[in-house]
């Protein structure tokens, strides 16, 4: 493989041909592949027979021959449990189907960051990662199969529906059972399959140095190094929360970057995830948030299972909304040479993201984007040169270098930032409310395990409340505050790239004084029953009054949202199941 600087060892040809077999099986009806894959509980794609199988079939069905025929794939996973094993399936059923070379990092191991820079870097029809995200990992936990296509994002909503149609009419999969690869043994494998001409290809790669090649062209490395180990030298603590983000935050920000190597912890991937859900956030990176109130450190930050998320602290434990910290790298990418050479060209957030990026966009004078909930949804702006930076409220953040969500790439984002402005996580923060106003955010409410059918019922008539003609001109009185609606709908979304639609993406109520409810069912799949989620937003342009408690500004906005929705008459949850 010359288009990826890495020397390979060469394995030797197999002697004898491996046969490829054909396993008759019957279809599951529950594998349409939600917002970021396929999500279950572990058991199900263990302990199923061919549960696995059926999914990886339908994933390679759904690529048309023509193009599948001795064409590149990328493969890696996050290294929970099942991973392996499920990797090896993977390998078998890829060489069955007619995939001609398979890149797959080293013991298994690529973020999902990594795995879309390699796709576009050796312009592979697409790869499979294997993560459930932040969910939890272990026996017990969850597994997920992601398909990124060609330009190295998640599926568009075209190729999930041609996964699900393989999957509801399968009735058979092809592999070779006797295929054998050591995951842990660097280079280039090639075996001789029964039934083809070419030999079929087996790359196991170094799963940091391609994406930190990537890296080196977009920052300026000297600069954070000095920041790291120069006479004023910023602490900093990373937590990579026993997932694949180990060996890059090592490598990276170590090795490269100079951080002593007591600034990690947690580097030591393990299929459980170390016990704890893999989730960067205020309480599942509690021994981060002490360790930084401790006041040791001026610089924090944890990453989720694959490495597309991340949530930034600073000195004393101050913590950075996503929404803000999406905001507040937009209103700073003169600090990143990327940036400097290419040209800010748009902005993109999600609908439930915090407006905050969208008063950014304003000062600048860029385009900015509003779209659903969905990675996939960036993909065709960022292609047609129309978006630079987007984002999402739950803590993911990206630019137009890949097209995946990339955690490590924003802590270097936030370094940069630090290093040019020489001001701490806080100061920077505070300064950019004084300029633009603070947006109080919250992801307020996850309701969990929700019977689908009461979650069906209750955003249906949710929505005929809002959308009542007489519903714009209401006010609601909590307290002192009086709220007037301005306007309400279910979120509807036009590619302005393709022309395609996305109807239903959430319910939105927007006051008069910028405040919103969002409400929306989470399409992550992997727990039982659906998940409800609410948030809200109110905006302060006033610095005198940008130091309130998040949640007792946000407080009447819950009261409105519980009122209207009569969530928990109607689900029986007495409370939400998670508050970030």
């Given at each position: 493989?010359?288009?990826?600087d890495?020397?390979?060892?060469?394995?030797?040809?197999?002697?004898?041909?491996?046969?490829?077999?054909?396993v008759?099986?019957?279809?599951?009806?529950?594998?349409?592949p939600?917002?970021n894959?396929?999500?279950?509980?572990?058991?199900?794609?263990?302990?199923k027979?061919?549960?696995?199988?059926n999914?990886?079939?339908?994933?390679?069905?759904?690529?048309d021959?023509r193009?599948?025929?001795?064409?590149?794939?990328?493969?890696?996973?996050?290294?929970?449990?099942?991973?392996?094993?499920?990797?090896?399936?993977?390998?078998?059923?890829?060489a069955a189907?007619?995939?001609?070379?398979?890149?797959?990092?080293?013991?298994?191991l690529?973020s999902?960051?990594?795995?879309?820079?390699i796709?576009?870097?050796?312009?592979?029809?697409?790869?499979?990662?294997?993560t459930?995200?932040?969910?939890?990992?272990?026996?017990?936990?969850d597994?997920?199969?992601?398909f990124?296509?060609?330009?190295g994002g998640?599926s568009?909503?075209t190729?999930?529906?041609?996964?699900?149609q393989?999957?509801?009419?399968?009735?058979?999969?092809?592999?070779?059972?006797?295929?054998r690869?050591?995951?842990g043994?660097?280079?280039?494998?090639?075996?001789?399959?029964?039934?083809?001409?070419?030999?079929?290809?087996v790359?196991?790669?170094?799963?940091?140095?391609?994406?930190?090649?990537?890296l080196?062209?977009?920052?300026d490395f000297s600069?954070?190094?000095s920041?790291?180990t120069g006479?004023e030298?910023?602490?900093?603590?990373?937590?990579?929360?026993?997932?694949?983000?180990?060996p890059y935050?090592?490598?990276?920000?170590?090795d490269?970057?100079?951080?002593?190597?007591?600034?990690?912890v947690n580097?030591v991937?393990?299929?459980d995830?170390?016990?704890?859900p893999?989730?960067p956030n205020?309480?599942?990176?509690?021994?981060?948030v002490n360790?930084?109130?401790?006041?040791?450190?001026?610089?924090?930050?944890?990453?989720?299972?694959?490495?597309?998320?991340?949530?930034?602290?600073?000195?004393?434990?101050f913590?950075?909304?996503p929404?803000?910290?999406?905001?507040?790298?937009?209103a700073?990418?003169s600090?990143?040479?990327?940036?400097?050479?290419?040209?800010?060209?748009?902005?993109?957030?999600?609908m439930?993201?915090?407006t905050?990026?969208d008063?950014?966009?304003k000062?600048?004078?860029?385009?900015?984007?509003?779209?659903?909930?969905?990675?996939?949804?960036?993909?065709?702006?960022?292609?047609?040169?129309?978006c630079?930076?987007?984002?999402?409220?739950s803590?993911?953040?990206?630019s137009n270098?890949?097209?995946e969500?990339?955690?490590?790439?924003?802590?270097l984002?936030?370094?940069?930032?630090m290093?040019?402005?020489?001001?701490?996580?806080?100061?920077i923060?505070?300064?950019?409310?004084a300029?633009?106003?603070?947006?109080?955010?919250c992801?307020l409410?996850?309701?969990d395990?929700?019977?689908?059918?009461?979650?069906f019922?209750?955003?249906?008539?949710?929505?005929?409340?809002?959308t009542?003609?007489?519903?714009?001109?209401?006010?609601?009185?909590v307290?002192?505050?009086v709220?007037?609606?301005?306007?309400?709908?279910?979120?509807?979304?036009?590619d302005?790239?393709?022309?395609?639609?996305?109807?239903n993406?959430?319910l939105?109520?927007?006051?008069?004084?910028?405040?919103?409810?969002v409400f929306?069912?989470?399409?992550?799949?992997?727990?039982?029953?659906a998940?409800?989620r609410?948030?809200a937003?109110?905006?302060?342009?006033?610095?005198?009054?940008?130091n309130?408690?998040?949640?007792?500004?946000?407080?009447?906005?819950i009261?409105i949202?519980?009122?209207?929705?009569?969530?928990?008459?109607?689900?029986?949850?007495r409370?939400p199941?998670?508050?970030?």
């Amino acid at each position: 493989m010359t288009s990826v600087d890495i020397n390979w060892q060469n394995g030797s040809m197999e002697t004898n041909p491996i046969p490829v077999v054909t396993v008759q099986t019957s279809p599951f009806d529950d594998q349409r592949p939600g917002t970021n894959g396929l999500r279950r509980k572990t058991a199900v794609f263990e302990g199923k027979k061919n549960y696995l199988q059926n999914y990886i079939q339908s994933v390679l069905s759904s690529i048309d021959l023509r193009d599948r025929q001795g064409c590149t794939m990328v493969v890696g996973s996050d290294g929970r449990y099942f991973s392996r094993a499920a990797t090896e399936i993977i390998v078998q059923m890829a060489a069955a189907n007619g995939i001609g070379r398979l890149v797959i990092g080293h013991n298994g191991l690529l973020s999902t960051p990594a795995v879309s820079c390699i796709i576009r870097k050796i312009k592979a029809i697409g790869g499979i990662i294997l993560t459930a995200s932040h969910n939890p990992g272990g026996p017990g936990g969850d597994f997920g199969v992601k398909f990124n296509v060609a330009n190295g994002g998640p599926s568009p909503d075209t190729v999930m529906e041609k996964i699900a149609q393989v999957s509801r009419t399968l009735e058979e999969y092809a592999i070779c059972p006797d295929l054998r690869i050591d995951l842990g043994r660097l280079g280039r494998h090639d075996f001789d399959l029964e039934n083809k001409f070419k030999p079929f290809r087996v790359e196991i790669v170094d799963s940091v140095e391609v994406y930190l090649n990537l890296l080196r062209t977009i920052f300026d490395f000297s600069s954070i190094k000095s920041l790291l180990t120069g006479p004023e030298q910023l602490k900093i603590r990373i937590d990579a929360m026993n997932g694949v983000m180990g060996p890059y935050v090592r490598r990276i920000l170590c090795d490269e970057l100079g951080a002593p190597a007591n600034s990690a912890v947690n580097c030591v991937p393990m299929e459980d995830f170390g016990g704890r859900p893999p989730e960067p956030n205020l309480t599942y990176a509690a021994s981060l948030v002490n360790a930084m109130k401790g006041g040791d450190f001026g610089f924090g930050a944890a990453f989720d299972a694959d490495g597309d998320r991340y949530m930034i602290l600073g000195e004393n434990g101050f913590f950075v909304n996503p929404s803000d910290s999406l905001a507040i790298m937009a209103a700073n990418l003169s600090c990143i040479p990327y940036f400097r050479q290419m040209g800010v060209k748009g902005f993109a957030r999600s609908m439930a993201t915090s407006t905050a990026i969208d008063r950014v966009a304003k000062a600048l004078k860029v385009a900015l984007y509003e779209t659903p909930t969905g990675w996939r949804f960036f993909g065709n702006l960022m292609d047609s040169g129309r978006c630079s930076v987007c984002g999402e409220e739950s803590f993911g953040t990206s630019s137009n270098h890949i097209r995946e969500k990339d955690g490590l790439w924003s802590v270097l984002v936030w370094l940069s930032i630090m290093a040019a402005r020489k001001q701490g996580v806080e100061m920077i923060v505070k300064d950019h409310w004084a300029k633009l106003g603070r947006n109080y955010f919250c992801r307020l409410f996850d309701y969990d395990g929700v019977d689908p059918r009461v979650a069906f019922y209750l955003m249906r008539d949710l929505e005929a409340v809002i959308t009542d003609k007489a519903f714009p001109s209401q006010k609601f009185a909590v307290g002192s505050n009086v709220y007037c609606v301005e306007r309400a709908d279910n979120f509807e979304y036009i590619d302005p790239v393709d022309g395609t639609v996305a109807r239903n993406q959430g319910l939105r109520i927007v006051f008069t004084d910028a405040s919103r409810l969002v409400f929306r069912l989470s399409g992550s799949g992997g727990r039982a029953g659906a998940t409800v989620r609410i948030y809200a937003e109110s905006y302060e342009k006033d610095p005198e009054r940008q130091n309130r408690e998040t949640q007792a500004v946000l407080g009447p906005l819950i009261a409105i949202a519980l009122k209207i929705s009569d969530i928990h008459e109607r689900t029986g949850h007495r409370g939400p199941s998670v508050i970030t």
